[in-house]
């Protein structure tokens, strides 16, 4: 073998270290600058839900399971809240007889209270009547309270320390599917029948 030949080799050894080193480096920063961010709908549909434990205002035990099948609104509120609890409550009442009768065998209509040590099994079953007769009330104890506040990304707090408090809380109306994932959330005061159009286009899809 000639000193040229032996060169030779060398150097296109040394071009191929190179050229896939260069591959190599390419690759990495290609993988470290994909968008690998979940969207925002993803993330929401992982984030809000999941278990609970509480009890219903007819005094029976329930879990997250017994609502999967259906779509589910839900509200997180209090029963002695002045206006706003009230109002959100009476719009999903609203939605709901804007809704054909098999769209509303499709939907469960749940509100959780984020005022346990007030809001008894009975004070809720009086309280949710008011509103429909289809309108499941949810309260349980201070954890398992917690734990649904936790698991659906809901604040709330009492005002103050008096015997009569209010509760600061947030007000949304939660739309989630039927395998009880998050679809979407609707804010204090909507109008009814646009919820009622939203929630059917849901169920059409
Ligand atoms: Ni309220």
């Not at 032996?6 to 260069?22: N, Q």
């Not at 470290?32 to 961010?37: G, H, I, L, P, V």
């Not at 509120?77 to 206006?83: A, K, Q």
């Not at 809380?169 to 679809?183: E, I, P, S």
Request: proline share 3%; charged share 20%.
């Amino acid at each position: 073998m000639s000193q040229h030949v032996a060169r030779y080799k060398v150097f296109i050894r040394l071009f191929i270290i190179v050229a896939l080193t260069l591959i190599a480096i390419l690759a990495w920063f290609s993988f470290m600058n994909a968008d690998r961010t979940p969207t925002a709908t993803e993330n929401s549909r992982a984030l809000i839900g999941g278990h609970f434990e509480l009890v219903n205002q007819l005094g029976k035990p329930v879990t997250e399971k017994d609502f999967l099948g259906k779509y589910m609104l839900v509200y997180f509120g209090y029963t002695y809240c002045p206006d706003v609890c009230p109002m959100d409550l009476q719009i999903m009442a609203d939605a709901f007889n804007d809704l054909t009768p098999e769209q509303q065998d499709k939907i469960n209509l749940v509100f959780v209270t984020v005022d346990p040590e007030r809001d008894t099994v009975e004070t809720m079953a009086e309280y949710v009547s008011f509103f429909s007769e289809k309108l499941i009330g949810l309260t349980g104890t201070v954890e398992q309270i917690n734990n649904i506040k936790k698991a659906y990304r809901v604040y709330a707090a009492k005002a103050d320390d008096s015997p009569d408090y209010l509760v600061d809380h947030t007000a949304y109306t939660y739309l989630m599917d039927k395998d009880g994932t998050f679809l979407q959330h609707f804010n204090h005061g909507e109008n009814a029948e646009e919820m009622a159009v939203k929630i059917a286009s849901f169920m059409n899809k």
